[in-house]
C-alpha cells in the first residue's frame, strides 16, 4: 500500500499543530462555535447529536495491521471502547473530547493517517473495489488511480471550496462492488481494443433527497488523461453548480437540469485545454504509485484443498462460513475473506478495540499484513490461504466476528441515525438489530438467499438506502418515527433506485413488513436461484403492494 514520503509526513503534522491551535482558541471562547465549525469540518469533526463526532479517512479501505492497531488505540485512549465503518470506508468515533482530538490525530499521524477531508464541500475520500488486487475478474488494481486522485484532490486550492461535497469511485473489476453509479464521478477501469487502460467515466449519480443514477459521458478515457478530465469535470461543476440552495447543489442535479450530452460538450471544451498541460499522467509517475501497489507474492499452498474440504466436513458452522464469508482468489489457492460486522442482533459497522487488535493480528500471521474497509461495513482480508482458513475462522470465533452472513438478510448496512446524528429524523441501529434477530436462523438466511437490506434514519440516505433490494428511510411525520419501504434497488453495475412500496410503517411494524416481503417472495420466486432482485425486477412493486396493504388502493391511499 502507499507509503507517506517527506512531503506527506510534513504535511499532516503541520494540520495537526493548526487544527491543536484552533481547538485550543475554541475552549479558551476566543473561537466561537460557527467560527470554529468550517474548521472543525476541514479536519473531519463533526458535531453530533450528543458530543462531537472524528471522522478518520482509510483512503480507498487499504488499512496495515499497524493502522487498524493504532484505530484500537485510539478508540481505547480517547473513545468508549469503539468505532464505527462507514460506507465511505472511513471510520468514525463518536465520543472523543474536543480537547483530545488534536492528540488523537497526532498518534494517527504516527501511521500515516489523518482526517482531512472527511467532510466539507471538498473531494471526499475516493473509494474503491474492497477485493481490488485480489479478485479474479479484475483488469487493473483501481488503488494506484484511487491514490493518484486523493493526492491530487488533497487541500487542492481550486477545489476546496465546491458548491457540495464531492465523492468519487474507482473499480476495475467486472463485477461492480464500489457503486460507482450513485458516485459524482464513477471510474471503470477497462481495456480498449488495443490493450490499453482507460476509464469508462461516469457523471451526477448521487442518493439523498433526489438519488440519481450516474449518466456515462466517456466510454474510455485514456490512462493519462485521467487528472485533466476528472480536473474539466471539477471547473464545470464548480462554475455551474448551484450555490444558493444546497439541495440542489450537487452535480447530479446539474446534469439532471442541463443533460448528460450538454454536460459532455462543456466537459470536452475544458478538456481540451487541459489535456496537453502538466496534468497528463506520465507513465513513469504511473508505474511509481503502481509499484506500492503490487500484490504480495502468493506462495503455492496447494495442500489448503484437502484440509478445507476436511474441515468443512467436521465442522458445519465453518462450513456455513467458507460458502458465504470467503470469496475465490485470483490465486486458486487463496481466499478472499470478508469478516462481518454484523453479528446477529448487533450494531452495523462497529467494532470494538479488541476485535480491531485481534484482526490486525490475524492480517499480520494469515493475510499479508493487509486489511480492507467495504462500503457495506465489512471488513476484508484480501489474500488468505486456504490452508489457513480454518485458523483465521478459530480466531474470529475468539472475539465474536465469525458471523457467516456476508450478502444475506442480516448482513445490513445502516446509518447511526437518532442514536447519534443530529440531522436524523428516526434510529436505524433499533431496526437493524431487531430484523437481524428476527432472521438470524442460519437456515432461515440460507433459504433466503442473496438479499441486501440498507437503512437511513433520514433523507440524506448515509445507509444507501435507494440501492437497498429492500430500502428502509426513517422520517418523522406528527412527531413519531416512521420508515418509508423501497423495493429493488441495486448499487452494483446494474444500478437501480429502488421504488415506494407504499405508506410508512410504525418501528413496531417495520420487521413484521420485513417479513411479509420476504415471505412473498419465497412464494413466488422460480426456484431457489433467483434471488431477490430478479424476482422483484420480474414481477415488479404489486404482489408487494398486495401482501402488505391488501389493496393498490390501499397502499396509494396513505
Avoid at 165 to 172: E, R
Wanted: glycine letters at 8%; aromatic letters at 8%; proline letters at 5%.
Amino acid at each position: 500500500m502507499y507509503r507517506y514520503d517527506e512531503f506527506d509526513h510534513a504535511f499532516v503534522a503541520e494540520r495537526v499543530a493548526q487544527f491543536r491551535d484552533q481547538v485550543e482558541r475554541r475552549l479558551s471562547g476566543e473561537l466561537s462555535e460557527d467560527a470554529f465549525k468550517p474548521l472543525r469540518l476541514m479536519n473531519g469533526v463533526y458535531l453530533q447529536l450528543h458530543a462531537y463526532m472524528l471522522r478518520i479517512a482509510i483512503p480507498y479501505g487499504t488499512l496495515s495491521s499497524r493502522q487498524m492497531r493504532m484505530l484500537a488505540h485510539v478508540a481505547r485512549t480517547y473513545d468508549r471502547g469503539y468505532g464505527h465503518f462507514t460506507t465511505r470506508q472511513n471510520l468514525q468515533f463518536n465520543w472523543p473530547k474536543l480537547s483530545e482530538m488534536p492528540d488523537a490525530l497526532a498518534d494517527l499521524a504516527s501511521v500515516e493517517m489523518h482526517a482531512i477531508q472527511t467532510s466539507g464541500n471538498c473531494i471526499r475520500n475516493v473509494t474503491a473495489d474492497h477485493f481490488a488486487g485480489a479478485a479474479a475478474d479484475e483488469v487493473a488494481d483501481p488503488r494506484p488511480y484511487a491514490e493518484i486522485l486523493r493526492q491530487w484532490s488533497s487541500v487542492h486550492p481550486e477545489f476546496s471550496f465546491l458548491p457540495r461535497k464531492f465523492k468519487i469511485a474507482v473499480t476495475g473489476a467486472e463485477r461492480d462492488r464500489a457503486a460507482i453509479q450513485v458516485h459524482d464521478i464513477g471510474l471503470h477501469l477497462k481495456k480498449n481494443a488495443e490493450g490499453k487502460i482507460g476509464f469508462a467515466v461516469y457523471v451526477g449519480g448521487g442518493q439523498g433527497r433526489t438519488p440519481l443514477v450516474a449518466k456515462l459521458i466517456r466510454d474510455f478515457l485514456p490512462e493519462e488523461d485521467l487528472l485533466s478530465y476528472t480536473t474539466a469535470i471539477m471547473r464545470v461543476y464548480n462554475l455551474h453548480g448551484r450555490r444558493d440552495n444546497k439541495y440542489k447543489a450537487r452535480i447530479k442535479i446539474l446534469v439532471h437540469e442541463i443533460g448528460a450530452e450538454e454536460l459532455a460538450r462543456q466537459v470536452e471544451l475544458e478538456f481540451d485545454k487541459l489535456k496537453d498541460t502538466e496534468l497528463k499522467l506520465p507513465e513513469t509517475d504511473v508505474q511509481a504509485i503502481a509499484a506500492y501497489f503490487e500484490p504480495p507474492a502468493l506462495p503455492e499452498r496447494a495442500e489448503g484443498w484437502e484440509s478445507l474440504a476436511r474441515w468443512k466436513k467436521a465442522d458445519a458452522a465453518f462450513a456455513r462460513w467458507v460458502q458465504q464469508n470467503v470469496q475465490p482468489h485470483r490465486n486458486p489457492d487463496y481466499g478472499m475473506v470478508t469478516i462481518s460486522l454484523k453479528p446477529i442482533g448487533g450494531i452495523p459497522g462497529d467494532a470494538t478495540d479488541v476485535q480491531m487488535d485481534a484482526v490486525a493480528d490475524i492480517a499480520e500471521e494469515y493475510a499479508f499484513d493487509e486489511i480492507r474497509v467495504s462500503h457495506e461495513q465489512n471488513l476484508i482480508l484480501p489474500h488468505v490461504a486456504l490452508a489457513d482458513l480454518e485458523a483465521v475462522y478459530r480466531g474470529l470465533v475468539a472475539i465474536g466476528l465469525e458471523t457467516a452472513n456476508a450478502g444475506l438478510i442480516t448482513d445490513i448496512i445502516a446509518c447511526p441515525g437518532l442514536d447519534y446524528c443530529a440531522l436524523a429524523n428516526a434510529r436505524s441501529i433499533p431496526v437493524a438489530q431487531e430484523i437481524s434477530t428476527r432472521f438470524g436462523s442460519p437456515e432461515r438466511q440460507a433459504e433466503i438467499g442473496e438479499l441486501k437490506i440498507k437503512i437511513s434514519g433520514c433523507i440524506n440516505a448515509c445507509g444507501h438506502h435507494h440501492v437497498g433490494h429492500i430500502g428502509l428511510l426513517g422520517v418523522e411525520k406528527k412527531g413519531a418515527e416512521l420508515y418509508q419501504i423501497t423495493l429493488g434497488g441495486s448499487g452494483d453495475e446494474n444500478t437501480s433506485i429502488g421504488e415506494i412500496i407504499g405508506r410508512g410503517f410504525e418501528p413496531d411494524k417495520v420487521t413484521d413488513a420485513i417479513e411479509t416481503i420476504v415471505d412473498t417472495y419465497l412464494g413466488l420466486r422460480l426456484d431457489p436461484s433467483e434471488i431477490f432482485l430478479d424476482a422483484y425486477r420480474r414481477v415488479g412493486p404489486q404482489p408487494f403492494k398486495e401482501a402488505l396493504y391488501g389493496s393498490s388502493s390501499a397502499a396509494e391511499a396513505a
